[in-house]
């Protein structure tokens, strides 16, 4: 697939605008700073890009501001006293050096215990505990799975974790396969919960449609409620709304 990129402007805001084979226009609004980037089928001219876009500018600028206001952490040195989060707690984090295995333990609903071996670097520190964060979900998603395939009449292929830097999730419903992102593992259990049932109706209805949101709000009323929520949790250093 060839893909063309440029940059407008529009009523003072820049937007990136990338022309690619696809079917449909789509917008996007990113943080950190609220850069907005613009999908579009090489079919369309460039007033009808402009066209698009200025009508989307009231949802494109309460998006930005939504992301000027929200709590964000700042880059993790992974030493102790800094905020750490699991299941949508805060923790703070104590790094105790030693002897034995790397771990992370919870004391309490307010500690964070880090152990790690002598002089272990700060990606070393963290890497011990993105890969319990990965445990943890892991552990949590087989009866989420098989909780919401039951109530969505679907069997799912697979669930797997990864990282991700615009997604909170993404499905290949061709496959039935679906990737959740490991930071789904700092967020309230209602919020991975939502992105996994979120993932699964992308099988049936691959676009955000009346179709779509009728399917979620069948399975899941509330998922409005939870997705604000999921979209308020502290963002780390790259995160998005989803």
């Not at 460039?46 to 494109?60: C, E, F, P, Q």
């Not at 609903?109 to 979900?137: C, F, I, K, N």
């Not at 395939?149 to 292929?157: P, Y």
Request: charged residues 30%; glycine residues 4%; positive net charge.
């Amino acid at each position: 697939m060839t893909i063309s990129h440029a940059i407008i402007r529009v009523n003072g805001i820049p937007i990136e605008v990338v022309r690619k084979d696809i079917r449909n226009l789509h917008v996007g609004v990113y943080p950190p700073a609220g850069r907005v980037r613009v999908a579009a089928p090489r079919r369309l001219t460039d007033d009808a890009v402009r066209l698009a876009i200025v009508s989307r500018l009231r949802w494109i600028r309460r998006h930005q501001a939504a992301f000027v206001g929200q709590e964000r952490q700042s880059m993790r040195e992974m030493v102790t006293g800094e905020s750490h989060y699991f299941s949508g707690r805060r923790y703070r984090l104590r790094v105790e050096e030693g002897p034995g295995s790397a771990s992370v333990v919870l004391r309490g609903t307010r500690t964070m215990v880090l152990q790690v071996p002598p002089g272990a670097s700060r990606d070393a520190r963290e890497a011990v505990l993105h890969s319990w964060y990965r445990r943890q979900l892991r552990e949590q998603l087989p009866p989420l799975v098989t909780k919401w395939e039951s109530k969505a009449g679907i069997v799912v292929a697979d669930v797997r974790i990864r990282k991700m830097k615009t997604r909170w999730g993404s499905c290949n419903a061709s496959v039935r396969r679906i990737w959740l992102n490991l930071e789904l593992a700092k967020k309230a259990p209602a919020c991975l919960e939502y992105v996994l049932v979120h993932e699964l109706v992308h099988i049936y209805e691959r676009r955000h449609t009346e179709r779509f949101r009728a399917l979620m709000d069948k399975l899941m009323p509330n998922w409005r409620l939870v997705r604000d929520e999921l979209n308020r949790a502290p963002l780390a250093h790259e995160e998005w709304e989803y």
